[in-house]
Structures are given as structure tokens and as C-alpha cells.
């Protein structure tokens, strides 16, 4: 795929036994730059078949030169793949953003992350595995940790290439083959992915890639015999309907699904600090983040000096051409998601909530067709709103008070999600009881960023299932095998 410029249009096809692979529908769909709404893309469309030879083209690797190679082999390849990723770092960040209309400081920062997971997973090979344990009988018994075998890797569009690796770089670790369902709206960086894996001498078949409809593919992956393992990120609807079709089969299915995260804020915090660092999580991405901490719940004795602090910061962020330096936000992802955004907006003000901003005029200028909206902030949230409830998947924050540490923590946990969380104090018993009270599966103290490469991330509740990164991860693509050997 030459995606150094991106002048005319994309031609892609998928990526299956590591070479490019006519679709058998014969069918392309487009994908666009939301920053301008064109056509970058033209993109070969999976169908069921493709889906099967996708999966039996991992099942022949896993049985050929990927499933012999030594653990020590297996990492030097994932080291080879993040040097390739490293050379290739620019353009991969380029073509992100060209894709996503997130920012180009972003996309590099998430290029140099992709690089720094497969790392983290090729040193992790060798630091993975089982125990010895006393028993009844005399003898050995101990634990292997083998591949669990094809596995499904289904990405949401909202952070493609760092989402994939995630779940690609300790799938390979663990010695397993892959089938990657990238999203429709964000197919590029995965096939280009799959090329630098094969550049870093990664054999064929052991990563494919195809392209298509949810319902077809991602369906289609979930409901085949032969895929052991489901990984899958996206709506908590979707991962539901996707473990019921992983069902009849019994495959291993790991979730990492929607939010609606709290960020708690109270009269002793560092209240700059964490205006600054709460724009961020809850606007960053334009607000495409899973754990986008979305409901600002804040002491009441501080309320209105949070309030009118945060809004006068959101008044003031960069929205614009995401290729621009000073740029803090870029469009959404499309035309459709910035609507749902501004229905929600709608709806907020019709359920009584008090928009504080959102509605300025965009900068004269951009593009009519990107997807381009003001961040806007929600004054007088009530609990029980469906603005406060729902995950809405873009920039909108709302803020809700609170007079006492227990209603604090009870609004945080009136949820059906359960990702992340932040809270800001400086009392530190108070912070350990909060962070041990609040029901997700990741919080941060006095900073808002609760994901680390090096650390297990993941949901409580409708949020999700299972723990991506860290070597947690490793769990996720090993099955444990107990040996027993009689010394009689
Ligand atoms: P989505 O559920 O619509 O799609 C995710 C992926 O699933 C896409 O590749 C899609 O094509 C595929 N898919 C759709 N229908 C399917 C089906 N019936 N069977 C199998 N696959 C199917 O999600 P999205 O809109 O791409 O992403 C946004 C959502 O992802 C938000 O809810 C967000 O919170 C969540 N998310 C969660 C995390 C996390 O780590 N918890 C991270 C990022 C995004």
C-alpha cells in the first residue's frame, strides 16, 4: 500500500496468507478524511468467504514456521516489526490522522506507542510463564502457557492503530495467529500494520487483516468454528451480540466496552491543575474516548469556581484542521457522529440541564464538510439525565455538585458503565477510600490519565471483560496447561 501521499485515492485490498487479497464480494466502500469529507480511500470489502479463508490461512500458520519458532525467535520478530513501525512512524501518523481527523500531535504520539507495545510484548515473551506446584502424588507438577490458536481482533475507529496493537502485540507473544476486523470508518493503519509485520519478518498467515460490515465480518469472525478467541473493543451492545454468537462455540471473548467515567473534584484539590488536565480527558480525542471522563462531579463549596473556570478553558480550545500545529481539537470522526453529538446537545437542554458553552460559531474557514463541533459543557447535570447516563462519544461534559465524600462516590458509581475514573485531593486517606469505593476498572489520583502500556486496563460492570496491556494481556492469549510427571 504506498501511502506516503495520499494524493488520489487509496486502492486497498485485504491482507490475508501475508499478500494483498482480492474481496470475493468484488465490492469497495469509501473511506473519508473527516476533516474535509473526502474520499481518501477506496477499500476492498470482506465477505464471509473472505472470512473464512482469513481464518484457515491463521490456522495453516500457526501449524507451520510461526507455531516451531523458538520464543526467542518469536521476540526478536516483534522487535523487528517496532523498529519498522519506528521507521515508519511519521507516515503511519499522517495517514491516522488523514483518517481520523485527530490531531497530528496525537497521531505521533500514538505511532511512537505502537512501536513501544510491540516492544513491551516482544520483551515479555521471555518473561511469561508457568509454575512449579506441590502436590499429593511424588513427582513434578507444573504449568505451560501455550496459544490459545486463531484469534478474532474486532477494533473500534476511535484509536485504530493503538487498539489493534494492543491487542495484536500480545496475541503474537503468546505465540497465537490473528484475523484483524478493523472498523469501517479507520481500516487504513491496520493493513498498513499488517505490511510492516511482514516487513519485520512476521511469516504468512500469521496476521490478516479484512475489511467490511460489522454484521459481516466482525459476525462472521465471532460465529466461525475455528476462531478460539474473540478480543474485541467497541459498543457495549455490539460486545453483547458478539458473545452471544461466540457462544455456541465456546470461545474465549474479552470485552473492552463503552463509559461514561467520573471525575471527582473536591475543595482541597489543585483546582488549575486539574482544569488543565481535565480538559484533556474529557475533550481530548474530541471526546471519542472510551474513558473520557464526561461527568464532572464537584464539591459544591468549589462548584461555581470549577464551572466558570472550565468553561472559560473550553471556550478557548484550538477546534480545527487537526494537521495544524496549536490545534487541540479536530473533527469527529464523521458528519453522522458530530449529529448524534449535537442531538445529544439538543436533548441536554431540553432535559433542563444549563449549556455554560458548545454553541459559538466555528472558526470561518473550515471545511462545511468536516465534521467539526464546538466542546461543550453541561452546568446543573441531574444524576438521572440521560446526557449523564448515556455515553454520548464526543466532546460534552457535564457537571453535577456534591456535598459529602458518600454522595460523591454514589454518583459516581450511578452508572451502568464502570471504565475509569479520576479524583482530585489532597487527602490522601480520602483518596484511597474514594479510588477502593468508585466501580470501575481504573483510577487516577490528582492526574487524569489512568492508562499505561505497562499496566492492566479495563471495565467493571457493562464496561467490559478481561484486562488488555500490562501482562495481563498475557492471560488474555495463553491457555494454562497443567503437566504432571510421576516420579514412580
Ligand atoms: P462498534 O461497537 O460500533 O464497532 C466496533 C467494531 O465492531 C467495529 O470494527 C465494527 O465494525 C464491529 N462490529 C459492529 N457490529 C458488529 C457485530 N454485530 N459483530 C461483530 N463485530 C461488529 O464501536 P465503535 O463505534 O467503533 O467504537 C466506539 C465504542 O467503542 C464506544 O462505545 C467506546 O466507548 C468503545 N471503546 C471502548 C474502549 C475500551 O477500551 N473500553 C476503547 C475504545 C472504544
Not at 491482507?15 to 469529507?37: D, E, L, M, Q
Not at 521507521?87 to 511512537?112: V, W, Y
Amino acid at each position: 500500500m504506498a501511502t506516503k501521499t495520499l494524493d488520489a485515492p487509496l486502492e486497498t485490498q485485504l491482507w490475508i496468507g501475508g499478500k494483498k487479497t482480492k474481496s470475493s464480494t468484488g465490492k469497495a466502500f469509501p473511506v473519508t478524511n473527516p476533516a474535509t469529507g473526502e474520499v481518501i480511500a477506496k477499500v476492498a470489502e470482506g465477505g464471509a468467504q473472505d472470512v473464512d479463508l482469513a481464518v484457515k490461512a491463521a490456522l495453516r500458520a500457526a501449524e507451520g514456521p510461526w507455531g516451531k519458532m523458538s520464543p526467542r525467535q518469536r521476540a526478536r520478530v516483534l522487535f523487528n516489526v517496532a523498529a519498522r513501525v519506528r521507521d515508519a512512524a511519521e507516515e503511519l501518523a499522517q495517514l491516522e490522522t488523514k483518517n481520523t481527523g485527530k490531531t497530528l500531535a496525537d497521531s505521533r504520539d500514538e505511532a511512537a506507542g505502537v512501536a513501544d507495545t510491540l516492544e513491551y510484548y516482544a520483551g515479555a515473551v521471555s518473561k511469561y510463564f508457568g509454575e512449579t506446584i506441590p502436590v499429593g502424588n511424588p513427582g513434578l507438577e507444573f504449568t505451560l502457557r501455550q496459544p490459545v490458536g486463531v484469534c478474532a481482533l474486532i477494533v473500534p475507529w476511535n484509536y485504530p492503530m493503538t487498539i489493534t496493537t494492543w491487542k495484536l502485540a500480545p496475541a503474537l507473544a503468546c505465540g497465537n495467529t490473528v484475523v484483524i476486523k478493523p472498523a469501517s470508518w479507520t481500516p487504513l493503519s491496520a493493513l498498513r500494520l499488517a505490511e510492516l509485520c511482514a516487513e519485520g519478518g512476521v511469516p504468512e498467515g500469521v496476521v490478516n487483516v479484512v475489511a467490511g460490515p460489522g454484521g459481516v465480518v466482525g459476525e462472521g469472525l465471532a460465529s466461525h468454528p475455528l476462531v478460539r478467541k474473540i478480543s474485541f473493543t467497541g459498543e457495549t451492545g455490539t460486545g453483547a451480540r458478539i458473545t452471544k454468537a461466540a457462544a455456541d462455540s465456546i470461545k474465549r471473548v474479552s470485552l473492552e466496552l463503552g463509559g461514561k467515567s467520573p471525575n471527582i473534584v473536591f475543595d482541597d484539590a489543585d483546582l488549575d491543575l486539574c482544569v488543565e488536565k481535565s480538559i484533556g480527558s474529557v475533550f481530548g480525542n474530541a471526546g471519542q474516548d472510551c474513558c473520557a471522563r464526561s461527568r464532572a462531579i464537584v464539591h459544591h463549596k468549589i462548584y461555581d469556581k470549577f464551572l466558570a473556570d472550565i468553561t472559560a478553558r473550553t471556550k478557548k480550545m484550538v477546534v480545527g484542521d487537526p494537521l495544524s500545529k496549536g490545534t487541540e481539537m479536530g473533527p469527529m470522526i464523521s458528519l453522522k457522529q458530530r449529529d448524534s453529538v449535537r442531538g445529544h446537545v439538543e436533548l441536554g437542554q431540553k432535559e433542563g440541564a444549563r449549556l455554560t458553552c458548545g454553541a459559538e460559531a466555528l472558526p470561518s474557514g473550515l471545511p462545511k464538510a468536516g465534521a467539526y463541533i464546538r466542546p461543550a459543557v453541561f452546568a446543573d447535570a441531574k444524576p438521572k439525565m440521560k446526557v449523564v447516563q448515556e455515553e454520548i462519544f464526543g466532546p460534552v461534559l457535564c457537571v453535577l455538585p456534591f456535598k459529602t465524600e458518600e454522595e460523591a462516590v454514589a454518583l459516581a458509581n450511578d452508572s451502568p458503565y464502570g471504565l475509569s475514573g479520576s479524583l482530585w485531593t489532597r487527602d490522601v486517606g480520602r483518596a484511597l477510600r474514594v479510588a477502593k469505593a468508585v466501580q470501575t476498572g481504573n483510577m487516577s489520583v490528582n492526574s487524569s490519565t489512568s492508562v499505561y502500556l505497562e499496566a492492566p486496563f479495563g471495565g467493571f460492570k457493562t464496561s467490559g471483560l478481561g484486562r488488555e496491556l500490562g501482562m495481563k494481556a498475557m492471560d488474555l492469549y495463553s491457555e494454562v496447561k497443567s503437566v504432571f510427571i510421576s516420579e514412580a
